[in-house]
């Protein structure tokens, strides 16, 4: 079955850690985006990429770090210079269709403790 | 900046009908869509809607869209308890490529 999974599904990190979510699809999606949801607020983007090798910042880039090596995946890293951490992480993908709808992840909780 | 704005929260009873509403901001935006999320999973596309249309049907949801006045709402007949999610807006403006800018999401409660 095709779908978009992430890993793992609650995470815990010390301060001052680095620590990377895992995010991989396998519906041949060129666009993947990366979202950050806090309670009571809606989705804000982190960072987004249209094809391999290419990505940009979103809304709230700051403190956080991506890659996009393969099609397939597009790894999260959430640095120690990201002061609020906590939070509800989504990843997504499309196509880069006009009438395209995004596809999310079941989402990574991420606690600092 | 952009914005698409929603009510945070709404309550209804069982068997009554829900209306969801939503303002978006950009004009260019081909394709407007409501999303689903469950307690502690990711968001399902429940439908979307062109922007040259101004109502669509599928089943117990109804999409209106209001172009001019840049107004959507979603309305559930006869909600059911199972209906008890947050339902997002959202809006593609062309300016960010293919990416999506979402509402915060509105959470509705159904009381038995």
């Known amino acids: 079955d095709g779908g978009i999974t992430q890993s793992p599904k609650y995470l815990f990190r010390k301060e001052g850690q680095n620590v990377t979510l895992s995010c991989e699809q396998n519906?041949?999606?060129?666009?993947m985006y990366w979202y950050r949801q806090d309670p009571g607020q809606g989705l804000r983007l982190i960072y987004y990429?249209?094809?391999?090798?290419?990505?940009q910042k979103g809304d709230i880039a700051e403190g956080y770090s991506v890659s996009r090596e393969k099609k397939e995946s597009f790894p999260l890293t959430v640095t120690s210079a990201q002061k609020n951490p906590t939070a509800f992480y989504l990843c997504a993908s499309s196509t880069r269709q006009l009438n395209t709808e995004a596809f999310f992840g079941q989402g990574t909780r991420l606690t600092v403790v | 900046g952009e914005d698409v704005e929603q009510s945070l929260f709404l309550s209804v009873r069982e068997g009554d009908s829900s209306v969801i509403n939503c303002t978006y901001t950009d004009s260019s935006s081909t394709y407007l869509y409501w999303y689903k999320q469950e307690p502690g999973a990711g968001l399902q596309l429940l439908t979307y809607i062109f922007s040259n249309m101004d109502m669509k049907q599928d089943q117990r949801l109804t999409v209106l869209l209001n172009k001019k006045d840049k107004h959507l709402s979603l309305r559930i007949a006869d909600t059911q308890t199972g209906d008890s999610a947050i339902y997002f807006c959202?809006?593609?403006?062309?300016?960010?490529?293919?990416?999506?800018?979402f509402g915060p999401g509105t959470r509705l409660s159904v009381l038995p």
């Open positions: 990429s249209q094809i391999v090798n290419d990505f």
């Open positions: 519906l041949n999606h060129d666009a």
């Open positions: 959202a809006e593609s403006p062309w300016r960010y490529g293919q990416n999506f800018v």
